[in-house]
C-alpha cells in the first residue's frame, strides 16, 4: 500500500490547499524531505490514497503524500500554501480559518492579481505572496505530468527572515527559488505573462508557443502588454523586468509545448480565470480612468467560451 511506509522525519510539516496539478506537482516534490499533506477533490485525493501519487516528466517519482478531501481532516501544519483557482480564494479563506494555528504561515502561489490582499487580511503578516513558473499537468486522478521546475519567488515586503524559512524549505528538495523585497511588482508581473498569454491561447485553442508563429497575434499579445504596463505605472507598482514584452515572449518560448490553465479550462468546458486576469487589470484601470480595449475584448471573449462550453455541458 502507497502510505503504508515507515515513518520518516520531516523537516515541515506542509499542507496544500487545493491540490489539483500546480498543487500536487509541488507537494510531491516537497515530500521530499517534509510531511506533506494535500487537500483536493475526491477522485484525484482517492487516486493517490488508493495508488500514490505519481508524478512523471521532470520529476519522476512516487512521493508518500497525505491526501484529504477536506481541511479539517489534515493535522495543523507550519505552512500552508494556497493553489486554488484565484476564484475561489476567499472560500479558501474560509475553509481555513479555524483550521489554521496562530503560527501556521500561508503561501499563495495563485494566478491573479488580489489573492494577497485577501490572505492578509486574515493572516496579517504570516501570509506571503509569491509567484512560480512551475509546469504540472494532471493526466488523471493520482497522476501528474510536470512540465519544468520553473522559478518561484516568494515575498519577503513584510517579514523577510519568514520569507527565507519558507524558500530554504522549496529549496531544500531542489525548487529553483528566490527571496525578493517587491513581491507586488512580481505577482503584477505574472499577471501581465498571464494576461497576454492565457486568453489568446484559450482563444485560438493553441499551445503556447503556436502563438510567437503569428505576427497578428504577437501585435496584439504586445498591446495587451503595454495597457497592462499602464495600468500598473498608474497604480505605481513597480514591475520587476524593464522590458516586460520580451518577458511575455521568452515565457511563450520556453513554454512552448505548454497549453495553458485557461486553454484547458476552455476545454473542459470549466470557468476561467479571466475575471481575475485580465478582468482585474480591467478593474484597476476603470480606477484610474484608463482604457484597456484589448484587455476588455480578451475578457468578452473568453467569458463567451465559457458560456458555450456551459451550454454544451
Known amino acids: 500500500m502507497p502510505n503504508s511506509r515507515p515513518p520518516v522525519r520531516r523537516l515541515m510539516r506542509i499542507c496544500v490547499f487545493g491540490a489539483g496539478s500546480l498543487g500536487s506537482a509541488l507537494g510531491g ?6 510531511e506533506v499533506h494535500l487537500v483536493g477533490r475526491e477522485a484525484h485525493m482517492s487516486a493517490i490514497r488508493s495508488a500514490g501519487l505519481v508524478l512523471s516528466g521532470t520529476v519522476q517519482s512516487r512521493p508518500h503524500v497525505h491526501p484529504h478531501t477536506s481541511i479539517e481532516d489534515a493535522p495543523p501544519a507550519d505552512l500552508l500554501i494556497v493553489t486554488t483557482k484565484a476564484y475561489d480564494t476567499q472560500s479558501a479563506v474560509d475553509s481555513c480559518r479555524e483550521w489554521a494555528g496562530p503560527s501556521t504561515k500561508v503561501l499563495t502561489l495563485q494566478n491573479g492579481l488580489r489573492n494577497l490582499d485577501l490572505i492578509r487580511a486574515w493572516k496579517g503578516d504570516e501570509a506571503f ?18 512540465s519544468g521546475l520553473g522559478r518561484t519567488v516568494i515575498g519577503g515586503d513584510k517579514d523577510p527572515s519568514g520569507a527565507r ?8 528538495c531542489g525548487l529553483p527559488v528566490e527571496v525578493r523585497p517587491n513581491v507586488t511588482g512580481e505577482i503584477w508581473a505574472k499577471g501581465v ?13 493553441v499551445p503556447n508557443g503556436t502563438l510567437l508563429e503569428s505576427e497578428s497575434v504577437t501585435k496584439v499579445m504586445a498591446g495587451v502588454c503595454r495597457e497592462c504596463e499602464a495600468i500598473s505605472a498608474a497604480h505605481d507598482v513597480v514591475l520587476p523586468y524593464e522590458d516586460m514584452f520580451s518577458m511575455v515572449v ?18 473542459l468546458g470549466r470557468r476561467t480565470e479571466i475575471r481575475e486576469i485580465n478582468g482585474a487589470f480591467l478593474a484597476y484601470a ?5 482604457h484597456a480595449p484589448l484587455n476588455k475584448a480578451l475578457v468578452a471573449m473568453v467569458e463567451a467560451l465559457e458560456l458555450t462550453g456551459a451550454k454544451k455541458g
Open 165 to 172: 524559512t519558507i524558500a530554504d524549505a522549496l529549496a531544500g
Open 129 to 146: 505572496g509569491g509567484t512560480t513558473s512551475m509546469g504540472a499537468a494532471l493526466t488523471s486522478p493520482g497522476r501528474i505530468e510536470v
Open 286 to 290: 476603470d480606477a484610474k480612468g484608463l
Open 250 to 267: 521568452s515565457v511563450a518560448r520556453d513554454t512552448a509545448r505548454n497549453r495553458s490553465s485557461m486553454l484547458r479550462d476552455v476545454e
Open 193 to 205: 505573462v498571464n494576461a497576454c498569454i492565457n486568453p489568446v491561447t484559450a482563444i485560438l485553442r
Open 29 to 34: 516534490v516537497l515530500a521530499a524531505a517534509h
